[in-house]
């Protein structure tokens, strides 16, 4: 149809240059806008239909990139009514319609791969550079066929001349192809996907993928900023995906409570009365009773001294308490490493680690519960005759110089 309409423009001298040149650009404007009007008749039945795919089509402008084309083909099959500069104009016309098929493929691929995003096989894994590498393999034929268009000479005698410029296109290439090995291993390996959880301590990066493409991978931090790193730079250097805890089902809880050793002591018959009527602690009680006193009684232990035998300490009994505490917390894990253990002394007192992971992985909630464990640790410590340890305050100075003046005020009522 283009080509007849083509035909029919005059081509002897008596018509002006300018005049033709008016009348194509006439009938291409007309084409261009006839165009238009099927675009939005077919986006009508786009947006009446109850399918979602092809919703796609308007988001990526797939064949809104079309309208110029039908034009543009108008005017390179007229050009040769244009006498001398016919020859020029149908040249740069046809570099046009090569990049408008390039921009065409491009909302193409961007079409395809937001319809690969709503797969279930794409839950984390992107396609997006496998179709940038395609594209900048697209655009390089592209621009080899429009040098080769204006020079009069066939593309494979450009393609076969640049194999001596290897060395030179690799050294303008060199990151795209390190960032395209590095998107390759990525995707196969599946080591990252959208939405993990990535720590890049050399970026400074803590947060969510939100994006991975040829280049970069860009990470949404907890502070709402966006980092982006370059692919292959953060192949080759060390992160920490967080997946694997998500994945688990719980998270870690690694804390210490550090106990002062000099309020750690063995329990006196009172303590253990006392100790018997916690819940947590009744079995535990009452099992290790018969445990120690078999122990004693079997290796004739003169128990009217302290420190024959075995006996249970207050330290022991808390650890004992914690335990059964955790494993009746509703929202610790019982079927990952759960472990309460002493730690070696230091300066400072004997560390107790609590090794435990939440059956519940959100930050959020997470920071809840361990927060709600601790709080009632610190709180029970006291129960037991322990003292948390802490570096000296205001308040404990205040305490300690209370005391002597007390001390010193009975000392002078003595002697009085």
């Not at 080759?236 to 089902?249: A, H, I, L």
């Not at 519960?369 to 322990?386: N, R, S």
Request: hydrophobic share 45%.
């Amino acid at each position: 149809m283009i080509e007849y309409i083509a035909g029919l423009l005059p081509e002897n001298s008596l018509v002006p240059g300018m005049l033709r040149a008016i009348i194509i650009l006439v009938i291409a404007g007309v084409i261009c806008m006839i165009s238009k009007l099927v675009l939005k008749l077919v986006h009508k039945l786009i947006v009446k239909s109850k399918a979602t795919w092809d919703d796609y089509l308007i988001k990526r402008k797939v064949l809104a990139s079309l309208v110029p084309l039908p034009g543009l083909i108008f005017i390179y099959q007229s050009a040769s009514a244009l006498e001398k500069s016919g020859t020029l104009i149908g040249k740069l016309v046809a570099v046009v319609i090569i990049f408008v098929i390039l921009r065409f493929l491009g909302n193409l691929m961007d079409f395809f791969s937001d319809i690969y995003n709503t797969m279930e096989i794409a839950e984390g894994k992107s396609i997006k550079g496998f179709t940038q590498i395609l594209m900048i393999i697209l655009y390089i034929i592209g621009f080899i066929v429009a040098v080769s268009i204006f020079i009069n000479t066939n593309p494979w005698v450009l393609i076969s001349g640049l194999g001596a410029m290897t060395a030179v296109l690799l050294l303008i290439f060199q990151d795209t192809i390190l960032s395209f090995v590095a998107s390759v291993r990525i995707s196969t390996s599946d080591i990252i996907r959208i939405g993990d959880w990535l720590e890049v301590p050399k970026f400074g990066a803590d947060g969510d993928v939100i994006d991975i493409s040829l280049y970069n991978v860009s990470i949404q931090n907890w502070d709402k900023t966006i980092t982006n790193i370059p692919s292959f730079k953060l192949i080759n250097d060390s992160f920490k995906n967080w997946r694997g805890m998500q994945e688990s089902g719980g998270r870690r809880i690694k804390r210490t409570i550090i106990i002062d050793i000099s309020s750690v002591k063995f329990l006196d018959d009172e303590m253990i009365a006392k100790f018997e009527k916690i819940h947590y602690l009744k079995d535990y009680i009452l099992s290790k009773q018969e445990e120690l006193a078999e122990y004693n009684e079997v290796n004739n232990i003169d128990d009217s001294v302290i420190v024959n035998g075995r006996r249970m300490t207050n330290l022991g009994t808390f650890r004992a308490y914690i335990t059964s505490y955790l494993r009746h917390h509703p929202k610790v894990h019982k079927e990952l490493t759960f472990l309460i253990r002493q730690l070696q002394s230091d300066k400072v007192g004997v560390p107790i680690e609590i090794y435990v992971f939440t059956n519940d992985t959100a930050w959020v909630n997470y920071e809840g519960i361990q927060a709600d464990i601790f709080d009632h640790l610190f709180a029970v410590a006291p129960e037991f005759g322990l003292r948390v340890f802490q570096d000296p305050s205001n308040y404990n100075y205040e305490r300690i110089s209370n005391s002597l003046d007390n001390i010193a005020k009975n000392s002078a009522d003595i002697k009085s």
